[in-house]
């Protein structure tokens, strides 16, 4: 199909004012989702989940009666009067009956808010475990483990029989006082 000359002449009269457009300019890309962190989230719940279960070697476990353990900047006559309970218990938690895990967590929420009231030695009764079976006492072991890696926990060691024995432990709770404790009176 041919264009006349008269059709193509008036196209021209009715473009002549159009001018091209300028050249297009893109709109920025959309932002890229944040990567997620799928891995790290994973491994984070890898670590909280490991924090609670005792060490693969048994050994570090192996506490026999009785369990000591001081910070290496507290003096070594401060850990044999914490044996001999010589500091004023301030307060104390019974873990008995506790599965693992609120074990933990009760363990942990009680020495943070010892800390944070100033208590300076409190009582943990974890137990004898003499119903533990052949494997010993779970509780006893792995609150050995995890007094050692809380931070507010200065220094920890048996209670006498009269407090429990081999059943509890005394333990100095750093406060924002220091990890000074009141002695006991009348012992």
């Not at 909280?48 to 060490?55: C, D, F, K, V």
């Not at 010892?114 to 010993?136: F, L, N, Q, T, Y």
């Not at 750093?174 to 990890?179: F, L």
Request: a positive charge; aromatic letters at 4%.
């Amino acid at each position: 199909m041919a264009i006349s000359e008269d059709d193509e002449n008036a196209f021209r009269e009715a473009m002549r004012d159009v001018r091209a457009l300028p050249p297009r300019q893109h709109a920025p890309p959309p932002p890229k989702p944040r990567p997620e962190a799928r891995f790290a989230r994973a491994d984070e719940r890898d670590v909280l989940r490991e924090s609670l279960l005792p060490p693969d070697d048994p050994s570090v476990l192996d506490t026999g009666d009785e369990v000591a353990f001081r910070r290496p900047w507290v003096r070594g006559d401060v850990l044999r009067r914490l044996r001999r309970g010589q500091f004023a218990i301030a307060d104390e938690i019974d873990l008995h009956g506790l599965g693992r895990h609120a074990a933990h967590e009760a363990l942990r929420s009680f020495i943070g808010a010892a800390a944070d009231r100033g208590d300076g030695c409190v009582r943990v009764i974890h137990g004898k475990g003499r119903g533990s079976g052949p494997g010993g006492p779970v509780l006893k072991h792995v609150v050995n483990h995890w007094l050692r890696r809380m931070d507010q926990v200065v220094a920890f060691a048996t209670a006498r029989p009269v407090d429990g024995g081999t059943g509890a432990v005394y333990v100095l709770v750093a406060t924002g006082h220091g990890h000074r404790a009141a002695p006991r009176r009348g012992r």
